[in-house]
């Protein structure tokens, strides 16, 4: 299978940077996994899919090195390296420039989906050291909205926003990205591994972030290829119904976005 090229374009690297969610949370998850939480206790992890390295540098405190690697220098240009340990590569999921037995932990956040993935598992495979761990996360579209009151009617236009994006959806995602994810961790045969098919992860944020977060979703980002006009109509006519269900007028009112994460863990052996 040929990579993907996606998450090239600018305005959609930009968007990207301004309204993605980083799961800090999930790191405790991995790193407890991984048996140590503390600082600089390993020697390698490798963020593979990094985008711009919001994720990756969340590792920098315990390992001590961490090398995001993408293959689009568009979302690697907007990685800043504000960590000393932190660095980044242009390169393809699927052939990872590390030698064999290096590396402590890959990891893929809402990533792997767009791999070759029979091909980077085994690259993972190849670049583990034995004990190293391989952690693969990534979160539903649908993601859901809190605001006292308003909540179930901002879950029904939340509903009908996905519903108009779903013929937009790249079809070798199929009906569920979880799915690809299950797919994933029941084909890995290493016996000490964990699945997660929800974990929620909250966040304040205001209207306009929502939909702007939505807006990066590729599945809009193909809409607003196809048509810009309606693309624009169609997040100007959820904001006005987010706002008049939350009776409030401004777009950068706050509300609780829950992001619904799954994940695989596996240790090699
Ligand atoms: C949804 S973004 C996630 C970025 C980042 N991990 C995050 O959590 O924000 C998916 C990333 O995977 C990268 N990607 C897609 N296919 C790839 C491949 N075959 N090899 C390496 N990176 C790839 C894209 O360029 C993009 O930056």
């Not at 809402?110 to 952690?135: I, Q, S, Y």
């Not at 809190?146 to 509903?159: R, V």
């Not at 098919?197 to 306009?208: A, L, S």
């Amino acid at each position: 299978m040929m990579a993907l090229r996606l998450y090239e374009e600018d305005e959609h690297v930009a968007a990207y940077l301004q309204h993605r969610v980083t799961p800090r949370e999930l790191i405790d998850t991995i790193m407890d996994f991984m048996g140590s939480k503390t600082p600089n206790k390993f020697d390698l992890a490798v963020d593979v899919g990094c985008g711009n390295g919001k994720g990756t540098e969340l590792l920098a405190p315990f390992f001590k090195q961490v090398v995001g690697t993408d293959i689009s220098a568009g979302q690697l240009e907007m990685a800043n390296n504000k960590c000393q340990n932190v660095s980044y590569r242009q390169s393809p999921a699927e052939e990872l420039a590390f030698e064999s037995g290096q590396v402590d932990l890959v990891t893929a956040m809402t990533a792997a989906h767009w791999f070759d993935r029979p091909r980077f598992l085994k690259e993972a495979e190849r670049v583990l050291k034995p004990n190293g761990c391989l952690a693969l996360l990534s979160y539903t579209m649908d993601m859901e909205l809190e605001y006292g009151h308003a909540t179930s009617a901002l879950n029904s236009i939340c509903k009908e926003f996905y519903a108009a994006l779903l013929p937009f959806r790249n079809p070798c995602l199929g009906s569920s990205s979880s799915q690809i994810y299950l797919d994933m961790f029941d084909s890995c045969t290493y016996p000490d591994k964990e699945w997660n098919g929800c974990h929620k992860i909250y966040r304040t944020v205001p209207i306009n972030s929502y939909i702007g977060m939505v807006e990066t979703f590729t599945s809009y980002q193909k809409l607003k290829r196809q048509n810009a006009a309606e693309a624009k109509r169609l997040s100007e006519d959820i904001r006005n119904k987010l706002l008049a269900a939350m009776q409030v007028s401004s777009p950068e009112t706050e509300l609780t976005m829950v992001v619904k994460y799954f994940y695989m863990l596996a240790r090699k052996p």
